[in-house]
């Protein structure tokens, strides 16, 4: 029998849904919605190998420390690069969800999503990381499931669902029906790519050295996939690579386009090659209900125009596509019994000892 205590902690334990991603993490509380939105980077101290800042106070010094201090970040193209900083930003992300809580309350239970790509020994890294981190239980969710979970596709029902995510690190692609993936496909090509096919761009046109936060300004103020209906420009700043001196050019959202359209055509290639190993009878079931697009990379403009050319389906933007990942892993938390089966097979119903 379970005490009159134990059911009151159980009332304010908090179910949490993580979207550990490439560039940003998301965390989901249940009752509580997006609680944390910050990225993914921790700023070290080279000599001691001490934490000194995570999140937007870490981002906020890439490219700016001094030299004993190095900002990082633990994940690459979606999957964890360095286990102990990766730790250490989810031992901070739940600790910081916990602080916002007035009572002292059990440890959470938390799903996190991972790329459908990934190995074994790469779903055990994230999985260990949770449960060192402070989780009680951990599970595990494909990306490309909880994203169209967070958008609201009919995962368990008998149709085809078609989601793409494009998040910082990798793109996903899945057809999804009767709780289960059909098909899919990962590309490790996404918004990073496109902010180092920026800086390329730069270097070779304009012998101009750009950092990563003016790429990623760039891509996202004037960066596009499809002709705008007004073009637009944006000065680049960056030093000269002749002259060593710092310099600035103004850039047009045509020339973005066309430092862009490898990346775009990658996206766009993947998602015609899911199509074609899609069984018929659900090819026509996206003909009718759209491929829905999901991750920040959702965002850039013409995208989704751009691939309803291709493709010849109504391709759309999902609401909030930062957010699905995140929200659809807090939906299984709210609705475990239901979704259990959407779970990573291999880590279902594991628990912390």
């Known amino acids: 029998m379970i005490s009159p205590l134990n059911a009151l902690m159980g009332l304010f334990s908090l179910d949490i849904g993580i979207d550990l991603g490439t560039a940003n993490t998301l965390v989901n509380v249940r009752g509580k919605g997006i609680v944390i939105n910050e990225p993914s980077v921790v700023a070290i101290d080279k000599k001691t190998k001490k934490a000194l ?3 937007l106070e870490a ?5 700016r420390t001094p030299g004993n201090i190095i900002a990082v970040r633990p994940l690459r ?5 360095d286990f102990d900083m990766t730790e250490r930003m989810l031992h ?3 600790h910081k969800v916990h602080e916002q809580m007035v009572l002292r309350i059990p440890r959470p239970r938390v799903v996190v999503g991972i790329p459908s790509g990934v190995t074994e020994v790469e779903k055990r890294a994230v999985y260990d990381a949770t449960l060192s981190a402070g989780a009680r239980e951990a599970y595990l969710i494909e990306e490309p499931m909880a994203a169209a979970i967070g958008a609201g596709l009919p995962v368990t029902e008998s149709v085809g669902s078609m989601i793409v995510d494009i998040g910082g690190g990798t793109t996903e692609v899945a057809v999804i029906s009767l709780g289960g993936i059909v098909t899919s496909r990962s590309i490790r090509v996404a918004g990073d790519e ?3 096919a920026i800086i390329q761009y730069a270097r070779q046109k304009y012998n101009l050295f750009i950092g990563e936060r003016m790429a990623e300004k760039c891509k996202i103020t004037i960066g596009s ?3 705008m209906e007004r073009e637009q420009t944006m000065t680049l700043r960056g030093r000269n690579l002749i002259t060593g001196l710092p310099e600035s050019v103004e850039v047009s959202s045509v020339e973005i386009r066309e430092a862009l359209s490898d990346c775009v055509q990658m996206i766009v290639d993947t998602v015609r090659e899911a199509l074609d190993e899609t069984p018929p009878e659900l090819v026509a079931d996206l003909m009718e209900q759209g491929i829905a697009l999901a991750g920040g990379g959702a965002l850039l403009h013409g995208i989704a125009q751009r691939l309803s050319e291709e493709t010849k389906m109504r391709v ?4 909030d596509p930062m957010t699905c990942v995140a929200r659809g892993a807090g939906k299984v938390l709210e609705s475990l019994d239901v979704l259990r089966k959407v779970l990573v097979s291999t880590q279902r ?4 000892h």
């Open 225 to 227: 996939a499809y002709p």
């Open 59 to 63: 981002k906020e010094m890439i490219g």
């Open 77 to 81: 193209d979606g999957v964890i690069s």
């Open 194 to 196: 496109m902010d180092e």
């Open 316 to 319: 759309y933007v999902a609401d």
């Open 349 to 352: 119903g594991s628990t912390a």
């Open 92 to 94: 901070y992300f739940i």
């Open 53 to 55: 800042a995570i999140g």
